[in-house]
């Protein structure tokens, strides 16, 4: 059986994946941020206070990788961790002012490599692209 790379789902998500992480590396270096924490740093901002399982939920890492870049996190100032009051055996990572202040033009960054790299569609693929992507996400986390 061969193999068609342009044909393969996988194969090109991951491939757009790794052009959009290029670029938003680029963008967001000058501000501190590597792109492993991006996502971590997204959560945060809507909903501060969380715990590292309720992270580790909603981002889809490994559990390693997540704290192996929280501990970078908070080293470079960005978390803080604080004991759980309701699981002693937790603990809650909230930002830092530092982190805080980056949101806007984190943001800025996002917005504008989303922009220049779905130049290509009008808004109608748009929004289509994105919907089939959420529901190939949605299908992913249940199975």
Known sequence: MKFEKDTSAGY??????????????????????????????????????????ELLN?????????????????????????????????QLIWLTDKATALRDDAYRSGHTVNAEALHVLNETEREQFMDYMRRVICGLRSS
């Open 58 to 90: 909603n981002i889809d890492v490994e559990q390693a990788t997540l704290a192996n870049t929280l501990n970078r996190m908070e080293r470079d100032g960005l978390i803080k961790r604080t004991k759980n009051p309701s699981d002693a055996r937790a």
């Open 12 to 53: 090109l998500v991951n491939h757009m994946a790794r052009l959009f992480a290029k670029e938003l590396q680029h963008r967001i270096a000058p501000l501190g941020i590597v792109i492993g924490q991006f996502p971590i740093l997204l959560e945060l901002w809507v909903r501060d206070g969380v715990s590292q399982k």
